[in-house]
């Protein structure tokens, strides 16, 4: 079945340590998204891709880096993990960068200690 | 600035209907309005989206009134299973290359399915 896929499910890592989500998809979409989503919290988006066009939300912190090296996968970097930056971190596909429906993964349980 | 309202939780039973309702009071001409399902340590799902007036698909009806300040997720017969946060999400129908998306989601609705 065609789906978007995260690795690790869950990832530990320590306070200023460097740690990369994966994401890889076969819906042969266009369009890539990272959200954060704490607990009981709607999911915020981080940036997105489209095609090989990036686009950062304006309150994204620097901290936070993304790489798209082809269509089918796109990372996610955090280069230096404070204790806030644990969350869930969801990718999302869609066909367009509109009004479009977006496909999530299953999402990278983050903690960061 | 744009900004979606929804209740924090609901109560139902099995096999009734249930109404969300989301308020969007400043959505802009070419918004569309989507909802999403999620279950605890998933990724959201989609249910439905709509622009105006009534969609409807296999598992839901949304309702739009005229001036669509506001949108109704309207679930038949839930059931133990439809236990879920239901999310209302306002976004821009125009692509703007560099731009930030403009992607407006709803707290959130915690819908408990009772026996």
Redesign the interface.
């Known amino acids: 079945d065609a789906m978007?896929i995260q690795n690790p499910r869950y990832q530990v890592t320590q306070f200023g340590k460097p740690v990369t989500l994966s994401c890889s998809q076969t819906l042969n979409h266009n369009v890539m998204y990272w959200y954060q989503q704490k607990s009981s919290?709607?999911?915020?988006?981080l940036f997105?891709y489209?095609d090989k066009?990036f686009?950062?939300?304006?309150d994204t912190p620097d901290n936070f880096q993304s790489r798209r090296p082809n269509t089918s996968f796109c990372f996610l970097d955090i280069r230096s993990p404070g204790l806030g930056d644990t969350a869930?971190y969801?990718?999302?596909t869609s066909r367009?960068?509109?009004?479009d429906?977006?496909?999530?993964?299953?999402?990278t349980?983050l903690t960061v200690l | 600035l744009a900004k979606t309202t929804q209740p924090i939780s609901m109560d139902s039973y099995e096999g009734q209907e249930v109404n969300i309702t989301c308020s969007h009071n400043n959505i802009a001409t070419n918004?569309?309005i989507?909802w999403?399902q999620q279950f605890p340590?998933?990724?959201?799902?989609?249910i439905i989206?709509g622009?105006k007036t009534k969609v409807t698909n296999e598992v839901a009806s949304l309702f739009i009134p005229a001036d669509r300040k506001s949108s109704t997720l309207s679930l038949p017969r839930v059931s133990l299973s439809d236990t879920a946060v239901y999310?209302c999400l306002v976004?821009?129908?125009?692509?703007n290359?560099?731009?930030?998306?403009k992607?407006i989601?709803?707290?959130?609705t915690s819908l408990a399915v009772n026996p």
């Open positions: 978007v919290q709607a999911p915020k988006l997105h489209y066009d686009n950062n939300e304006a869930m969801l990718c999302a367009a960068p509109t009004a429906t977006q496909y999530f993964g299953p999402g349980r | 918004d569309y989507t999403y340590s998933q990724g959201p799902r989609f989206q622009y999310y976004g821009d129908g125009i692509y290359a560099g731009n930030n998306r992607l989601w709803g707290l959130g």
